[in-house]
């Protein structure tokens, strides 16, 4: 029988209790789900605080006398529990767990199965450190804006703060007449209210998780640009406009107008229209990320979206990136979203992996591609420690989540896509992202899912499964030791397979993965690549052809992860032909060379012997991949007599190179000269130190920040190529008085372009006093939260204030932890790790934050990690000690 009366649940204020076994550490029980969410918020970013409502629609799919929600700092009341035929339930809220943000709804009486409604009023701070709902100020206003991901949201709203929860969300945003107000979707309509207020009505959005639901108010400029046009897959116009600071709108137009094509590249690189109803692009003025793919509102960090044509190249170059990145992401994350924390590589690795194909497709001057090539490498050394995540990794509590945003996720995953795609191959690969798209839209899908969908194209489906997951659900880079013989002119390459291991590796080396090796096989004048799946430990493959092969390389085009060993023949074959090979295989040729450094089979002599071999090459990042290690030779382990040597060859052989390019930009210059002259500068002025660079980069410091003449900042004086080079080198000479001069910019400059370039300045300096003088800058107010971390990490690249960094660490704990992005904080440990390198240093850093940082997100993993570096590089420095 049912009986049509509607539920009031009494009202009781919120109690606090410790945390009891039942509280959910990681996921919530399933007994009750949301299935939609009407939310109304009250804002005014000059207070202090906001209030709001929610209703949450709910699914209770067995009978329970509680269940749990996610509210975090905010005070709840007016709860309310309805259904249209059950009696009266009195029910309260206890917050179970407050640093998780865990709160249990408890019902005096059981909760039936059914549909069912619960409503709550709060009211909650504005966040000061870049996290939920959260405020910033420029140019003197305050603005509110929101980062979410990955657990922000239970701080704006109390809600369901899980990814496999998508559902519809309807807003509303109450702010001052006159405030600009912006949601994920299009606004359809305003009320004024009796206090002066406005009430701003959007659109229902389509199913989405708590983390991407994004909105803003204050007196951001609206900027209005053309609508993406028309398309064969799409029969609308998409809206499209940009979100700045006021007064900074103008600066976005670059961006705006670069983002049509990105978006229709997209759409038809998986063959499904933009799922939403609108596209706005914010600028952050302080943000703890690059960006963040919220649909229909996507925030960047300020510089970002300010990048036009004659920005820095490397401003440009990230922006284009990020840009590609965040809108691949509107189908792979936010059309299709993972459930749970352990599948984010499904979102990030796949807007790394496919950013880098449209970036090189609409710009291949920036080398897009090379760049995914580089990430992955750089993903090895994380990869190389005992306490490496698996790309697909358990995810069990929630101070867990933020430590899977990590270069395995990102970088790491998209080497693996990238190599995937090239094993199946392009065109079936791409056919089974578009069946995967359509067949999860506005759903969660699973790694397991999208090995399916992958599978589905494969004429071997377990067999790729097999290989998918061997590179997922492990840890660790195979290193592939290969042997090249030779009989009755018949060639074969032995590989054996193990994980690689660097100096002080303390976990067994041993590994199995089913590997996709491509091998270019040279004879005579030509090549060919030839495909192989190492299923085995170790493999004989028989290498066609009637004839002996001159030389091998054991990875055609960069395409593999994983590093390789050739017989000592086998190498100087190949070094040999190194000028005929491609930039990706130079490239991780000279990823083996490094590798093999610091595994210790190359000792410092061979290494230094080695690395002038790449500067002949043609391409930017091969030429400049030995720098890297030469720096770390010269600061950690080399003797005097090695010292001088690395400056001689550095000034001798990369220096001429930038003698030839010249410090200015010419006409005709490409992206890549033009980056590759930016980093050899940035090199120079650092080791090496030829005087005639010196010199004039020191006089264009000078000029730019005004010492010697009337002390105001000219940015313009150089090129934004050279801008933050020229005053790391006025720093570097003139000392104090460039250093007193850049401090007062700092203070008065709001460009985050610029600030970005006089931060990196004040940091570039080995003097006690000075290097004191910048990590209180970076705590003090002229420094925003998500701008200080380059104030520590850039003064940690100079060894002499090591000490003195790890001393200010520990004595200014509290306050770097309260000024530091909330997402960051968990990352603490990482700011004094990044300045020690010995045993003692290892303890004491476990010592000082094993309490410190066991509550806070991704600390626990950080602080692993950070004591295995510290441990690595004290051991790789006393193994290159001994030679």
């Known amino acids: 029988m049912f009986r049509t009366l509607l539920l009031a649940i009494a009202i009781v204020s919120a109690n606090v209790s410790a945390a009891t076994p039942e509280v959910p550490r990681g996921k919530l029980p399933r007994q009750v789900v949301p299935t939609a969410y009407e939310v109304n918020l009250r804002m005014d970013a000059r207070a202090d605080r906001y209030s709001g409502m929610v209703r949450i629609d709910l699914d209770v799919k067995e009978a329970t006398d509680h269940f749990f929600i996610h509210a975090r700092g905010s005070s709840l009341h007016d709860l309310q529990l309805t259904h249209a035929n059950i009696a009266t339930i009195t029910a309260k809220t206890e917050l179970v767990d407050a640093a998780g943000g865990v ?10 199965p059914g549909r069912w409604q619960l409503q709550l009023r709060f009211d909650a701070p504005y966040d000061q450190r870049l996290q939920g709902a959260y405020k910033v100020k420029a140019g003197g206003a305050d603005y509110v804006m929101t980062q979410m991901e990955p657990l922000g949201a239970r701080n704006a709203f109390p809600s369901f703060d899980e990814p496999a929860f998508k559902t519809p969300w309807t807003f509303t945003i109450s702010a001052p007449k006159g405030d600009t107000a912006i949601f994920n979707t299009q606004e359809t309509g305003v009320e004024s209210l009796a206090d002066g207020w406005v009430k701003h009505r959007y659109a229902q959005t389509k199913p989405l998780p708590s983390y991407l639901i994004a909105f803003a108010v204050g007196p951001w ?17 998409i809206p499209l406009r940009g979100v700045a600071a006021k007064g900074q709108g103008e600066r976005m137009r670059y961006m705006l107008g670069e983002t049509a094509n990105i978006v229709i590249a997209l759409e038809d690189y998986f063959a499904y229209p933009y799922p939403y109803d609108k596209l706005g692009l914010l600028a952050a003025p302080d943000f703890a990320y690059g960006a963040m793919e919220n649909p229909g509102l996507i925030t960047y960090r300020d510089s970002l979206m300010f990048a036009d044509l004659k920005s820095a190249t490397s401003q440009r170059r990230g922006a284009l990136g990020t840009h590609a990145h965040e809108l691949g992401h509107q189908w792979f ?14 979102n990030e690795a796949f807007a790394t992996w496919i950013a880098a194909k449209i970036t090189h497709g609409l710009y291949p001057e920036l080398e897009a591609d090379m760049d995914l090539l580089g990430g992955g490498l750089g993903a090895m050394g994380s990869d190389s420690l ?6 697909h990794n358990p995810v069990e509590d929630w ?10 996720t990102y970088q790491k995953g998209g080497a693996v896509l990238s190599m995937m795609e090239r094993y199946l191959g392009k065109d079936k690969f791409r056919t089974a992202l578009r069946a995967h798209m359509r067949k999860f839209a506005f759903a969660n899908a699973t790694s397991s899912d999208l090995a399916d969908s992958l599978a589905a194209q494969s004429d071997q489906p377990a067999v790729l499964r097999k290989a998918f997951a061997s590179f997922t659900d492990q840890p660790g880079v195979p290193m592939l030791d290969t042997t090249l013989t030779c009989k009755d002119g018949k060639a074969t390459l032995a590989v054996a397979q193990s994980r690689y291991a660097p100096i002080g590796a303390t976990f067994p080396t041993t590994g199995e993965w089913l590997v996709p090796m491509c091998v270019r096989v040279g004879r005579g004048d030509g090549s060919v690549v030839e495909c192989h799946l190492l299923d085995t430990v170790t493999s004989t493959v028989a290498l066609s052809g009637d004839t002996c092969s001159d030389y091998v390389h054991p990875n055609a085009d960069g395409a593999g992860y994983y590093r390789f060993r050739l017989d000592p023949d086998a190498q100087t074959a190949l070094n040999a032909a190194f000028a005929t090979l491609n930039p990706f295989e130079q490239r991780v040729l000279a990823d083996s060379v490094g590798a093999a450094f610091n595994a210790g089979t190359l000792n410092v002599t061979q290494f230094l012997d080695t690395a002038p071999r790449f500067a002949t090459a043609k391409q930017g990042d091969v030429i400049t991949a030995p720098l890297g290690n030469l720096e770390w030779i010269k600061e950690y382990v080399a003797t005097s007599a090695q010292r001088d040597r690395i400056d001689a060859m550095l000034r001798e052989i990369w220096g001429a190179q930038l003698q030839t390019l010249g410090i200015d930009h010419r006409d005709g210059d490409s992206d890549a000269t033009k980056s590759l002259r930016v980093d050899l500068i940035g090199t120079l002025i650092k080791h090496g130190r030829p005087q005639w660079l010196v010199d004039e980069m020191a006089a264009r410091g ?10 105001k900042l000219n940015a313009d004086a150089v090129h934004r190529d050279l801008l933050g080079a020229s005053l790391r080198t006025v720093v570097s000479v003139d000392g104090k008085a460039a250093f007193d001069l850049i401090e007062q910019h700092l203070a008065t400059n709001e460009d985050s372009v610029i600030r970005g370039a006089l931060m990196g300045a004040i940091s570039n300096t080995s003097d006690p006093e000075l290097v004191q003088r910048a990590m209180k800058i ?8 998500g701008e200080m971390i380059r104030l520590y990490f850039g003064a940690s690249d100079q060894p002499e204030n090591h000490a003195a960094i790890w001393a200010f660490v520990q004595q200014n704990y509290a306050a770097l932890l309260s000024k530091v992005p909330s997402v960051w904080q968990g990352k603490i440990a990482f700011f004094g790790s990044a300045a020690l390198c010995s045993e003692t240093g290892a303890n004491e850093v476990q010592t000082f934050f094993a309490d410190r940082v066991k509550d806070l997100e991704g600390g626990p993993r950080a602080l692993a990690q950070s004591v295995e570096g510290i441990k690595l590089c004290t051991a790789r420095v006393a193994k290159h000690q001994q030679h």
């Not at 709160?103 to 039936?112: E, F, H, K, M, Y």
């Not at 900027?223 to 064969?232: G, Q």
């Not at 005992?386 to 790309?391: E, F, G, L, P």
């Open 333 to 346: 994350g936010d059309l299709v979203t993972m459930p749970w924390w352990d599948d984010i590589w499904l």
């Open 103 to 112: 709160v249990r709804v408890d019902s005096a009486t059981p909760i039936t």
């Open 221 to 237: 400029d609206l900027v209005e640009f053309n609508a993406i046009p028309k398309t064969t897959l799409r029969d609308h116009v």
């Open 778 to 785: 970076a705590l003090g107010p002229s420094v925003k939260s």
């Open 386 to 391: 005992a306490t490496a995540r698996r790309i």
């Open 702 to 711: 000078r000029k730019v920040i005004g010492l010697g003449g009337d002390g």
């Open 399 to 408: 101070t867990e989540v933020s430590s899977t945003f990590d270069g395995i």
